[in-house]
């Protein structure tokens, strides 16, 4: 019993000397609008971090010296590291906003208006720079269906999907 104590507080160590770099988008298309809507949950610590290194600037997210210059930053950086292709064409996307829940921030993103036909490429490099663990977790829902999911990390940001 001694051991499995010993492994325990070991693993727990563990765990929390290599924390999970994680990100989650959901990717939908919306039939009537013909727009896709993006909705990307970023932990704010982690974003500090890779925009700081992106603008060269030190960058506090929940406490801004000035809003209208750290949206401008959200946006430039989402707009950079998130790229999509419907049919294979290049959809431009626009930063819609963002909302603070505890320790992520809530982004929204919508393309321009579009014709979904049979595959979609998804391209994230979100935190990947400045987290070589990064993860970012992509579900892509079309027409209402079971969503389709990718793991996009470092050496592998892009992916493409077929309806």
Not at 24 to 42: C, G, H, M, V
Not at 110 to 130: A, G, H, M, R, Y
């Amino acid at each position: 019993m001694h051991h499995l104590y010993i492994c325990l507080i070991s693993w727990g160590w563990l765990a929390f000397a290599h924390p999970f770099f994680i990100s989650l988008t959901e990717i939908r298309y919306n039939d009537s609008s013909q727009k896709l809507e993006i909705a990307q949950k970023i932990f704010w610590d982690d974003l500090e971090v890779s925009l700081a290194g992106y603008f060269d600037t030190s960058i506090d997210v929940l406490n801004p010296s000035d809003q209208k210059i750290l949206d401008k930053q959200f946006s430039d950086y989402l707009m950079a590291h998130n790229k999509i292709s419907i049919n294979g064409k290049s959809v431009k996307l626009n930063f819609i906003g963002y909302e603070v829940e505890e320790e992520a921030i809530w982004f929204y993103l919508e393309s321009e208006q579009t014709q979904f036909e049979k595959s979609i490429q998804v391209e994230n490099s979100v935190l990947i720079e400045d987290h070589d663990s990064q993860q970012n977790i992509v579900h892509v829902y079309i027409n209402g269906g079971s969503p389709k999911s990718l793991l996009l990390r470092k050496d592998h940001e892009r992916e493409t999907l077929n309806f």
